[in-house]
């Protein structure tokens, strides 16, 4: 049940009504924008909400049951705060929503009538259509550990333990040779075996992506040539000279984390966990049965 204050019912009782919606939006990075369906900005809570050519929204969607609740909000990309880039960047991905029911002619009077994250954007040429969910779907997260055999903990996390900023997992390079929109030929990093970098991240910090994040698809060496596949093409093109940081990467498995991390005090894994073969298999005259991996 909502709690709406007398002033505002007041103004309900009228008949006559002055509403308007306004969305506020948190983003993981701190950025709170606001934006309203009226035709001049409102403020109110330390936030002004941009008129128009921010949000449309659709028909709210409410259950009494526990399912993941859902709006669309439609938004044309004129407006300077909504840019295609970031949306590509994901600076827009699982941003907090709040949602006002206000009275325009006194922002005073407003209820806050749902709470919720950004789900999935779908993009147009000159528009997008971004998906609003309800709380509901933080129930549908995992909680607590994984019963599986690789590791489940992020490489350098508290449970991990690994230092990501010792210069043993650690390197500073430059794109010299771009070969694809994701892939490119990188000087300073001939010190690392091929692979050291596999399943890592690289932190682009010059050029048209500084300060973004992306994740090491392949990392190669051919005598002093290092080769670097990304797992996506950044958002916007790589050029040469661009400068990078680049972090070793983990593909979960005990003998990885003993090789090269010497860390498997702390994995976070159950490696003699019988695989599917054990639950498939079936009875043979020559076979052994004694439950051991195939």
């Known amino acids: 049940m909502k709690a709406i204050s007398p002033a505002l019912q007041s103004h309900l009782d009228e008949g006559t009504t002055t509403l308007s919606w306004c969305w506020r939006i948190s983003r993981a990075d701190g950025v709170a924008l606001g934006f309203t369906d009226h035709d001049r900005p409102l403020a109110f809570d330390g936030t002004t909400f941009e008129p128009e050519s921010g949000f449309a929204a659709s028909e709210i969607r409410a259950g009494s049951d526990l399912a993941v609740d859902a709006q669309d909000a439609t938004g044309v990309l004129t407006s300077d705060r909504i840019t295609e880039t970031d949306i590509l960047d994901g600076r827009w991905d699982n941003a907090a929503v709040e949602l006002w029911r206000v009275n325009w002619a006194d922002t005073g009077q407003r209820v806050l009538l749902r709470r919720?994250?950004?789900?999935?954007?779908?993009?147009?040429?000159?528009?997008?259509?971004?998906?609003?969910?309800?709380?509901?779907?933080?129930?549908?997260?995992?909680?607590?550990?994984?019963?599986?055999?690789?590791?489940?903990?992020?490489?350098?996390?508290?449970?991990?333990?690994?230092?990501?900023e010792n210069a043993i997992y650690k390197g500073a390079g430059v794109v010299a040779n771009l070969l694809r929109d994701r892939a490119f030929m990188a000087s300073g990093l001939s010190s690392f075996d091929a692979g050291w970098f596999t399943s890592g991240t690289l932190t682009w910090t010059s050029g048209a992506n500084a300060g973004r994040m992306t994740e090491v698809l392949a990392h190669g060496l051919d005598g002093s040539i290092t080769t670097l596949t990304l797992l996506e093409a950044p958002v916007r093109s790589i050029a040469g000279g661009d400068a990078f940081t680049i972090r070793a990467g983990c593909d979960k498995r005990i003998e990885t984390c003993s090789a090269k991390f010497a860390n498997t005090a702390n994995f976070r894994g159950f490696p003699s966990i019988p695989g599917q073969d054990a639950v498939l298999r079936y009875a043979s005259q020559d076979g052994s049965h004694e439950g051991n991996v195939l």
């Open 116 to 164: 919720g994250a950004v789900g999935q954007i779908r993009r147009g040429r000159m528009a997008f259509v971004a998906e609003v969910r309800s709380l509901a779907h933080v129930l549908g997260q995992t909680v607590g550990r994984t019963f599986q055999a690789g590791c489940d903990a992020a490489l350098g996390d508290a449970r991990c333990g690994i230092d990501l």
